[in-house]
């Protein structure tokens, strides 16, 4: 695996503790701060199997612009496709007084941001071997 590959996960893996922590926090549950720290993991992990595939990408955080570039390379991506949908919309919902969040908001999020996690991992594997 490319050493900036390793880095896009690195600092996806960061995203997603930090998501954790803030479902643990000592002054209770931060879900909004989860919600959007699950939806920049899944982003970057995305990258991650763009990077060590040499296809270009743009720094957004467009989820489902980067979905549909895995895609276009492995059909199977399409099983994320509800997960990074769910993300999209905690990102964009959790930024409106209306969300402030409900822990199972936050608790969705992160274990969509790990299913994410898993499916690129188990990719990226199968290419290193």
């Given at each position: 695996m490319r050493d900036q590959t390793r880095s896009w996960i690195v600092k996806g893996d960061k995203d997603l503790g930090t998501?954790?922590?803030a479902l643990e926090s000592v002054d209770g549950p931060l879900p909004v701060t989860a919600c959007l720290h699950c939806q920049q993991?899944?982003?970057k992990y995305l990258k991650a199997f763009l990077q060590e595939n040499d296809a270009s990408f743009a720094l957004l955080?467009?989820?489902?612009?980067?979905?549909?570039?895995?895609?276009?390379?492995d059909n199977s991506f399409e099983t994320l496709r509800m997960d990074i949908s769910q993300l999209e919309g905690y990102s964009?919902?959790?930024?409106?007084p209306k969300n402030e969040g409900s822990l199972d908001f936050g608790k969705e999020a992160l274990a969509s941001a790990k299913r994410v996690k898993e499916?690129?991992?188990g990719?990226?594997?199968?290419v290193s071997m």
């Open positions: 998501a954790g922590f993991s899944a982003g955080h467009n989820l489902t612009s980067l979905l549909d570039s895995c895609a276009a390379m964009i919902a959790s930024r409106y499916f690129v991992l990719k990226l594997n199968q």
